[in-house]
């Protein structure tokens, strides 16, 4: 049998996210009859906190979808995941950044009386937020802002690229993802090492300053 070949991991850059971030507030509406113009989007709130969940915690989109509300603490960031399906998803508990509980508070907020057994994400007439939902709202996103392959997995990629740049380790990353084996996750760790690798050549003062 032919080897095997992984796609390659390309994970978003600081302007794809503000890109994507932006892309939730706004709508534009073609030239027609009348004048294109903007409008505020009225589930920029709600948008905004998919985005940020999916990138701080790196959770899977079937995984997102079956959050609920009292799984979140906005108070020390921790989220759980449930066990819903035996071969992709673990339980387990993975967190939130400031910046993100922030943007979670402020949809659930604008959202009617909610309690800890409804779903987090719901559309405006309170249906689930479906998996096919999610991904054409990322969909949208990608062809509005012309940021290109939006997917959920790319947000998960960064999620892991980010943890290990910034000192994390890599079983603790393997927790975190919900991951069984050590492989994926060193596929994340041989990026990071790659990009500190490049960054100190950029940087390195005995060669910049040609002693």
Known sequence: MPSWESKEIIPYTEDE??????????????????????????????????IFVLLDTGVRVGELTRLKVGDVNLENGEVHVRN???KKTHARTTFLGKTARKAVWR?????????PDDLLFVTTDDRPM???R????????????????????????????????NGGDIFTLQRLLGHKRLDMVNRYLNIATSDLQ?????????DRWRL
């Open 198 to 206: 490049t960054a100190h050549q950029k940087a390195s003062p005995a």
């Open 17 to 50: 996210i503000k890109a994507l971030l932006k892309g939730c507030e706004y709508a534009n509406v073609p030239e027609g009859k009348r004048k294109a113009y903007r409008f505020r989007r009225h589930n920029a709130l709600r948008d905004k906190a998919i």
């Open 130 to 132: 479906t998996r096919q």
């Open 84 to 86: 819903f399906h035996v």
């Open 107 to 115: 949809y659930l907020v604008e959202r009617d009386e909610t309690r």
């Open 134 to 165: 999610v991904l054409a709202l990322l969909a949208r996103l990608g062809k509005t802002t012309g940021v290109r392959n939006v997917c959920v997995h790319r947000f998960r990629h960064t999620c892991a690229i980010q943890y290990l740049r």
